[in-house]
């Protein structure tokens, strides 16, 4: 019996092989991770919730599947973590919030119900930043997440607990969701790669609503090829989101098994995010625009493009999300979901106490913000407005995609926060969230890619957008990128010794 270590550090495809040739059972690689959960997420703090009885039950009838030849899908008994927006039947669903501390799923969400018809196995539930409005998941209720390449650093959020646990190897593979940047974002923090596919493409049944017109699940993975695996389980579309389509649930792993090149593919630049007044710190420009000379070296061409309306897209995110949230989070108000005050002597004061005692700081300043916003009038903050940038970002990114394979950009215009010290004002961190928002506004697909470390080993992720119908092309490249150029081994205090591009035939 391989040690939790070994069975932790192997991709998810490695253990689709060694559960399909019988090297490995689902009964040992969920043991493998619970054991890896139990001697790491205490110093973590990525899981809030552990199904670990359940989990090994699941493995278990997985295993007889298998033997019997009824395996259902090649991840079938291959263990998986979700983020704790996302509903599981009979389970506490907190969305990290006191507001929600206490509620308990009445169904399971469309991608739970998939994840189980492919007979995965459900690990638990990760943290994240209270509904996940954040960066660092320094708003959660349970405090943030921390960094595996170092422990005094935030993974990044919101989606702060999906990075962390599978850098970290506490599940091989974990769901996210992504509003403004919260997959693509921790991805880039903790040197996974994070998935937000194209807006439609994966059900949001079951997803606790943030901002309805940009919220999509994402997969966390190890590698590219990972993450197509994960997508093809996950994608499609589904009668209880309008919003979900099927011509975007193609087989993720067709390009994949037919490795494409990347040579004389053609990369836009957008220069808003690559010139100096863009605000990259020195260490990000420095470890990006050398990972886009190894672009290069594998024969990409790089070309400068512009997208104007970048410059305007944080602030137009801002509004749009928070003008969303106020309305999809009235529902919380002590009568019809959440916590409920013991403190009032008449209706008016239980909604406002509820309200008042349930949620945290951050997400009533982006109640305020949304409620301002909805009065509309020609307030200089308004929805028209916000709404206009955004389309004038999708018209700018579709032009200039017409005659380019994807666009190169930064993630995070720096390395993965401090959790020393001050916290970061809410200026600065929308600051941060720029290059984050474009994927969400434009609807179109991103995939952040470990492609950089600093001379500490901290990782530096490069976004990667296509057009709408272009997710599989996006990952066969990034998968091109990750076998030529892994990841270094052996920098992180959580040494797993996996990297990521390692060459496994699924
Ligand atoms: N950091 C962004 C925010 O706080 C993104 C959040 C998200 O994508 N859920 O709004």
């Excluded at 493998?32 to 990525?46: K, R, T, V």
């Excluded at 080993?457 to 490069?462: N, Q």
């Amino acid at each position: 019996m391989e040690t939790w270590r070994t069975i932790c550090a192997m991709p998810l495809v490695e253990l689709c092989k060694r559960l399909g040739n019988g090297q490995l059972s689902s009964v040992e690689i969920t043991g493998a991770y619970l054991a890896s959960i139990g001697a790491q997420n205490s110093s973590l703090n990525a899981y809030v919730d552990v199904y670990d009885q359940e989990a090994l039950a699941q493995a278990k009838a997985s295993d007889a599947r298998r033997r019997a030849g009824q395996a259902l899908s090649p991840l079938d008994g291959i263990p998986m973590a979700v983020k704790d927006n996302i509903l599981v039947k009979d389970r506490r669903c907190t969305c990290a919030s006191r507001m929600l501390q206490d509620f308990i799923a009445p169904y399971d969400a469309t991608v739970i119900g998939r994840l189980r018809t492919a007979g995965m196995v459900l690990l638990g539930k990760l943290n994240m930043d209270e509904f996940a409005m954040g960066s660092s998941t320094q708003t959660s209720l349970y405090g943030p997440v921390r960094n595996p390449w170092d422990l005094k650093r935030s993974a990044g959020g919101s989606s702060g607990g999906s990075g962390a646990t599978v850098a970290a190897g506490m599940a091989p593979c974990a769901l996210g969701s992504d509003t403004g940047g919260s997959v693509l974002q921790p991805a880039s923090h903790c040197g996974v790669v994070g998935v937000r596919p194209a807006y439609g493409t994966v059900s949001r049944y079951g997803l606790v609503a943030f901002a309805s017109s940009l919220d999509q699940i994402g997969p966390l993975c190890k590698s590219a090829y990972d993450a197509a695996l994960v997508m093809n389980v996950i994608a499609g579309a589904d009668s209880k989101d309008a919003t979900s389509r099927e011509d975007l649930a193609v087989d993720f792993l067709a390009e994949m098994n037919n490795p494409v090149s990347l040579e004389g593919r053609i990369f836009g630049l957008p220069r808003e995010c690559w010139e100096p007044e863009s605000g990259l710190s020195p260490v990000v420009f420095h470890g990006l625009t050398e990972a886009l000379s190894r672009w290069q070296s594998l024969g990409a061409r790089l070309v400068r493009v512009s997208l104007p309306s970048l410059t305007r897209a944080a602030w137009a995110y801002d509004l749009l999300s928070s003008a969303q949230a106020a309305s999809n989070l009235a529902r919380y108000d002590g009568v019809r979901y959440g916590h409920r005050s013991g403190d009032y002597r008449n209706l008016g004061e239980m909604y406002r106490h509820s309200r008042g005692e349930g949620f945290g700081p951050e997400v009533k300043r982006r109640l305020i913000l949304g409620a301002a916003v909805l009065e509309g009038g020609n307030s200089p903050v308004s929805y028209a407005g916000a709404q206009r940038i955004r389309k004038a970002l999708f018209r700018e990114a579709s032009d200039v995609l017409e005659s380019c394979d994807g666009l190169l950009m930064p993630v995070v215009p720096t390395l993965a926060r401090s959790l020393e010290g001050k916290e970061d004002s809410v200026p600065s961190l929308c600051r941060g969230d720029r290059f984050g928002v474009p994927a969400g506004l434009t609807g179109l697909p991103a995939v952040s890619l470990p492609c950089a470390q600093d001379r500490s080993g901290l990782p530096m992720g490069m976004g990667l957008m296509g057009k709408r119908e272009n997710l599989p092309r996006l990952l066969a490249m990034a998968y091109a990128y990750e076998r030529a150029f892994p990841m270094a081994e052996g920098t992180r205090p959580h040494d797993l010794g996996w990297k990521g591009g390692e060459r496994h035939e699924a």
